[in-house]
């Protein structure tokens, strides 16, 4: 099992170009969360739709997995909190999106919606309770927010989330692929990847150009590879 992870493009198209690309020589492709900028001037349907097109070009070389972020919260629900109303119409067989838990060869993924309130977050709790009933081995968690500790850090303070830790603790997922942290990988104290327990936890950050900072990472060979501007640096996965 093969996969690319990325995050926090913030509709930087030809990043998502760059993914096209590159997604054949991946049994999957991660794109944990904010995939629109709420500071552009480009109004948010076109940002969608432009994305949109993108994640279908990705999904048809690919099978890719895209969860939300807190700049992709277009909407209110019933109960008064922001939610990313505009991913599950383009759910499809190769492309899953938030509250999706889908198997990929002998890897089971749970792509996770960033909460904004009480009831949000209660609903993912209740989602990976569900999903892990499921599991018969590896478990993937795609989840925008990091907890905290090296990938939620900075350079200045930490902006981990406050649940994941818990939820870590109680299921032991094999992985969590994450974003948020633009920061993390490159400042000190900050790093791509950490282990929580029996859990690796990943964030490749963000950086400009045409090519975004991004994690490949290898089940067979137990390897992960942070690629950046920064330069490459790789972690045994054992």
């Not at 739709?49 to 070009?57: D, G, I, Q």
Request: negative net charge.
């Amino acid at each position: 099992m093969r996969i690319l992870l990325t995050s926090d493009l913030h509709y930087t198209l030809r990043q998502y170009d760059w993914l096209i690309r590159a997604a054949p020589h991946y049994d999957a492709v991660v794109i944990a969360g904010d995939h629109l900028d709420a500071f552009l001037h480009v109004p948010s349907n076109v940002q969608i739709a432009a994305l949109s097109a993108s994640f279908a070009a990705v999904a048809q070389r690919s099978r890719l997995f895209v969860c939300s972020g807190n700049h992709d919260l277009n909407a209110w629900d019933e109960r008064g909190e922001k939610k990313a109303d505009w991913l599950a119409p383009i759910r499809s067989a190769a492309l899953a999106v938030d509250g999706d838990t889908v198997t990929v060869g002998d890897t089971l993924f749970t792509v996770c919606p960033w909460w904004d309130g009480p009831y949000a977050r209660a609903a993912v709790e209740q989602m990976l309770e569900s999903a892990s009933s499921r599991r018969t081995g590896r478990w993937v968690w795609i989840y925008h927010a990091p907890p905290e500790g090296r990938l939620s850090w900075t350079g200045k303070r930490h902006y981990g989330d406050a649940v994941l830790p818990a939820l870590i603790k109680r299921h032991s997922p094999t992985a969590v692929l994450c974003g948020h942290i633009h920061e993390a990988p490159f400042r000190n104290g900050g790093s791509w990847v950490e282990r929580v327990g029996d859990t690796w936890l990943f964030n490749a950050g963000r950086q400009i150009g045409d090519i975004p900072a991004h994690v490949q990472i290898d089940f067979a060979q137990q390897s992960a590879r942070w690629i950046s501007l920064a330069g490459p640096e790789e972690q045994a996965l054992q």
